[in-house]
């Protein structure tokens, strides 16, 4: 991590620091007339061990935002910093190194590969960032998700919600210390939905870990334990112990009724 720079408050006195910290960070795509800015000067800071959801508008810049703060994009300017650490400092081979040790991710087509197993691909994140395989962690992180049964099975033997369950031990087994999650539960029914919320939920409380998930989804946002709302690439508020009728009262109030009936 040496081309890194390390920010403030990483030493053993000062305080932990933050998960997430985003300064002023705008993208835009595209240039001249077709220019679109999809960010738009956003500053964010998350505390560790919290469970945040992010929304607004479809365009609003949700995903923009989880791909900068995830190191998969880079912002054209703004600080990105996960864990102490500035992603948007250093080189791609770095950012690669970093982003396979320290985030998780979750998404909604669950991104497993089709030719490996269950417990094959629950440790891949390890074997390509040349990690030690623990794979009697990994089977214990399974069996926690409840597919403990299932370790032999490719994903097209398994529903939806048991491949999104595959997808949440895949990210919690390389213990990172970022979670983002973009609309993990898009494609799944509601009480697959509620198993994969409670479960990263569960990664939050039981195992400290912080999540940032991406979702239209009020009820969704309700498992979280606050949410920030985004338009037209800037912040428009945030909501602390968010329930559904809170949150949908709130989205309506950012003047986009279409999100209240998803
Ligand atoms: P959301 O996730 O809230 O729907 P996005 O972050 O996907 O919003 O998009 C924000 C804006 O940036 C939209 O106008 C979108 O069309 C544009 N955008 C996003 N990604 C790209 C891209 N790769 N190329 C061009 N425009 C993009």
């Known amino acids: 991590m040496t081309m890194f720079r390390q920010g403030r408050g990483t ?4 305080p932990a620091p933050e998960a997430l910290r985003l300064v002023g960070v705008s993208k835009t795509y595209g240039v001249g007339e077709s220019a679109v800015t999809a960010l738009d000067g956003v500053t964010l800071a998350l505390a560790r061990g919290t469970f945040t959801a ?3 508008p479809s365009g609003s810049g949700k995903s923009t935002l989880l791909q900068c703060a995830a190191g998969l994009e880079r912002p054209d300017s703004g600080i990105v910093m996960v864990d102490g650490t500035e992603l948007t400092g250093g080189g791609e081979a770095e950012l690669t190194k970093f982003r396979r040790g320290r985030i ?3 998404f909604q087509q669950y991104d497993l590969l089709p030719t490996l197993t269950v417990a094959q691909n629950t440790v891949l994140p390890l074997k390509l960032a040349r990690r030690r395989v623990d794979r009697a962690r990994a089977r214990e992180i399974l069996t926690s998700v409840g597919l403990g049964d299932r370790l032999g099975h490719l994903p097209d ?3 939806g919600g048991q491949r999104q369950r595959v997808a949440i ?5 390389a213990e990172p210390r970022v979670i983002f999650a973009d609309e993990p539960t898009g494609a799944l029914d509601t009480r697959s939905a509620r198993e994969v919320l409670g479960l990263l939920r569960q990664a939050v409380r ?3 870990r912080t999540v940032v998930m991406v979702t239209h989804d009020p009820l969704a946002a309700s498992y979280a334990d606050s949410v920030v709302f985004l338009a037209d690439g800037r912040r428009a508020g945030e909501l602390h112990a968010p329930t559904v009728d809170t949150v949908a009262k709130r989205l309506a109030h950012l003047g986009d009724d279409a999100l209240l009936g998803v």
Do not use: E, I, T
């Open 157 to 159: 033997q398994l529903s």
């Open 169 to 173: 031990a895949r990210a919690l087994v």
């Open 11 to 14: 030493n053993d006195s000062g």
């Open 206 to 208: 039981a195992h400290g």
């Open 104 to 106: 998780g991710f979750v």
């Open 54 to 56: 992010v929304m607004g």
